[in-house]
């Protein structure tokens, strides 16, 4: 069958579908690559990604994109389910004898409402959905697919479920499709070189967070890995094929958590390439020591509260003293940390709040995000946040208009409060003297820099004012 994989339209400027972890438009321009897409689609002969967002594109050109193919796959998310469904509907209108199916956390969590919601949808994937799609592309009956969803004879039918993939070098190369059907310069992340290329060199997370939706829906807790030597023979490739890429990133939950990592750091080392990665805020001095010299830059971290109660509430695995001296090692030897927060977690409080805020300023940080806790379907939290009586709204308003909403209220704190206190964060943080003369002295440094970070300027203020507006639930 003649498949498209599609990362469908939504708001624009939004990046929250195919390879997002936070699903919501970001204060300045963003987007993630569509990976696990970019997997399946290697696996389908003749198939092609199409990433709408990215592309900018509405749904009258996906459309016009769609025509000739016999399947489509479409990655959904919780907040842009319904547009997606409705995207499906609109294919099926004008190709009526196509075959839609729809991938992702959102439907692995909710197969039966998914399959309800829209007659246009045909099937669901549940969990990692590589192989899945491209047995179904080659034609095979969805009785006979393992990890599929489906109506029969009235009922929802499952399969068998479909194991986690253990040979992970038998993936095909992401970043072969990568050049093959996107355009690296459409990608943005604030904190990352542009243009930039991200892989994973592995699936799953052995931490145990409440909130984090992709090991608790998709890849699972045990963090399978790739060979050192596939990886780099994928580095080493992309060179060739995208050679205007200036960083590469990988997006494994915790990457510092492989057990190749020093092999994988020489062997990147040896290919002369800038790096950076996910980590948790526990690596020793040693092995930092060995990343930086092998061409590490930058390392995107998560360190969510400065309140160790709410730590040891979402099950973060790590103390606030932890984090302290990995900050200070990491400084020392020159690699940049972007730190990344949320407020509204179990636990918080206005007192709370103002301790994570103090606390993301004293370790100063090369960059940080400030997002809301957002309590996906077939996460522990949003179970947990169910239990409690602690959703104000439901999940279908975690996102409004793109921007990020909250969702959850607690006694004594009330979800507008948690709300206003994202911007009340960014400000506090970035408008004193060091990081404004950080970002000042990269400007000037780099005349591509300076372009930049002008436009992002512009846009985050444009963002915290749209923020104002939107209408909530």
Not at 37 to 61: H, I, P, V
Not at 289 to 311: D, M, P, T, W, Y
Not at 406 to 411: I, N, P, R
């Amino acid at each position: 069958m003649r498949t498209l994989l599609l990362n469908p339209p939504s708001c624009r400027g939004f990046d929250g579908g195919a390879g997002s972890r936070y699903q919501a438009r970001r204060e300045v321009k963003s987007f993630w690559y569509p990976t696990w897409l970019a997997y399946a689609a290697g696996l389908t002969e003749g198939s092609r990604l199409l990433d709408a967002s990215a592309e900018d594109m509405d749904a009258a050109q996906v459309v016009r994109e769609a025509r000739g193919y016999e399947l489509i796959i479409i990655h959904t998310s919780t907040p842009t389910f319904t547009t997606d469904a409705g995207i499906a509907e609109k294919l099926k209108s004008h190709y009526p004898g196509i075959v839609v199916g729809f991938v992702g956390p959102h439907v692995t969590a909710l197969p039966e409402v998914a399959l309800q919601t829209s007659r246009a949808i045909d099937f669901v994937a549940l969990g990692e959905f590589d192989y899945t799609v491209a047995e179904i592309a080659e034609g095979r009956p969805l009785s006979e697919v393992r990890g599929v969803a489906f109506r029969a004879n009235g009922t929802v039918r499952r399969t068998t479920s479909r194991p986690a993939i253990e040979d992970l070098d038998a993936l095909p190369f992401v970043t072969s499709v990568y050049a093959r059907d996107l355009n690296p310069e459409h990608y943005f992340i604030g904190y990352l070189q542009h243009p930039y290329v991200s892989l994973y060199a592995g699936r799953g997370c052995r931490s145990r967070c409440t909130f984090c939706l992709w090991p608790q829906t998709i890849s699972g807790h045990t963090y399978r890995v790739r060979s050192p030597e596939n990886v780099c023979e994928e580095v080493a490739l992309a060179k060739q094929l995208l050679p205007n890429v200036r960083e590469f990133f990988f997006d494994d939950d915790t990457f510092t958590d492989n057990p190749h990592l020093d092999e994988i750091a020489q062997r990147l080392g040896r290919l002369n390439i800038t790096w950076s990665c996910n980590a948790r805020a526990a690596v020793s001095r040693e092995t930092l020591a060995l990343l930086r010299e092998n061409g590490l830059r930058l390392l995107v971290v998560g360190f969510e509260s400065g309140n160790q109660k709410i730590l040891n509430g979402i099950r973060k695995g790590i103390r606030v003293e932890q984090e302290w001296e990995f900050v200070k090692a990491a400084k020392e030897l020159g690699i940049l940390i972007h730190g990344t927060f949320i407020l509204g977690l179990p636990g918080e409080t206005a007192g709370t709040i103002e301790e994570t805020i103090r606390f993301a300023k004293e370790i100063d940080p090369y960059s940080v995000q400030v997002s809301l806790a957002a309590p996906y379907p077939g996460t522990e939290l949003y179970e947990q946040a169910k239990r409690s009586g602690w959703l104000a709204q439901d999940e279908t308003c975690l996102v409004r208009e793109g921007i990020q909403n909250a969702v959850l209220t607690y006694e004594g704190l009330d979800a507008e409060a948690i709300y206003g206190a994202v911007e009340r964060f960014y400000r506090s943080f970035y408008l004193r003297p060091g990081p404004v003369l950080r970002i000042l002295r990269e400007m000037l440094h780099d005349r591509r820099v300076f372009a930049r970070r002008m436009r992002e300027g512009k846009e985050f203020f444009s963002f915290m004012a749209r923020r104002k507006e939107v209408v909530k639930c």
